[in-house]
């Protein structure tokens, strides 16, 4: 059984762009979450999507955004990117209620 | 009172001996608390984990101990081997919620030494 992919596994861009991250959960899992890992503020919420409906939203600025679509995958997006914006972003996916997270190995987003 | 502490920050143990990672909760409405180890490059892997309905559970080497009164629950390594060095997670949610949202520990970066 697949597990979860997430691509690119590292991105670097400048400061002001944009970034998609995307994320395929492993098959039958509905429930999708993206977390933000850095070094100093550790594993942070950003989102979570259950049948392509945002569930919960993590306290991060609106320039974070994401989708998931009917096949479950899941994209996330981050505008005028900042340079505390690079972090390693981690995506899981789950069959639902009650039911552990399967995480990605993430994306290496480095803004310069 | 979302938080969920994790101490210590990081730990040296020899081949053969005990790991021990404690962490403490405020939320009283947490009822599902995992514990997942990270390697380099990977991301987090679900190691173990407990509902507050049992005050151990043992899982090969790994076993969590909660206590429900106290707020805490602590994760212990059997036996540790060098393989086990990795950063440790401590986790909790609120079971079969409206949300699987996890609170995360600041993890522990345990080394065991051959």
């Known amino acids: 059984k697949a597990g979860v992919t997430q691509t690119p596994r590292y991105l670097i861009k400048t400061r002001g762009q944009q970034v998609t991250l995307s994320c395929s959960p492993i098959?039958?899992?509905?429930?999708v979450s993206w977390y933000q890992q850095t070094p100093g503020q550790g594993l942070q919420f950003l989102f979570e999507?259950?049948?392509?409906?945002?569930?919960n939203k993590g306290n991060f600025p609106g320039r974070f955004s994401g989708r998931q679509f009917s096949n479950s995958r899941s994209e996330m997006n981050v505008s005028t990117l900042e340079l505390g914006d690079s972090a390693l972003y981690l995506c899981?996916?789950?069959?639902?209620?009650?039911?552990?997270?399967?995480f990605g190995s993430g994306t290496r987003l480095t803004v310069v | 009172q979302q938080q969920v502490k994790q101490s210590p920050q990081s730990l040296i143990v020899q081949k053969g001996g005990i790991s021990i990672i404690n962490c403490a909760y405020e939320?009283?409405?947490?009822?599902?608390f995992p514990w997942y180890q990270q390697f380099p490059g990977k991301g987090p892997a679900l190691l173990i984990a407990?509902?507050?309905?049992?005050s151990e559970k043992k899982e090969g080497r790994f076993t969590i101990s909660f206590n429900k009164s106290a707020k805490q629950f602590s994760l212990h390594i059997m036996d540790s081997q060098p393989g086990d060095s990795a950063t440790y997670f401590c986790?909790?949610?609120?079971?079969?919620?409206?949300?699987?949202?996890?609170?995360f520990g600041t993890g522990t970066l345990l080394a065991v030494q051959p």
């Open positions: 899981a996916s789950s069959q639902g209620q009650g039911y552990g997270y399967t």
């Open positions: 098959s039958g899992h509905r429930s």
């Open positions: 999507y259950f049948s392509e409906t945002q569930r």
């Open positions: 939320n009283t409405a947490f009822d599902y």
């Open positions: 407990i509902r507050p309905d049992v």
């Open positions: 986790a909790a949610s609120i079971y079969g919620g409206a949300t699987n949202k996890l609170i």
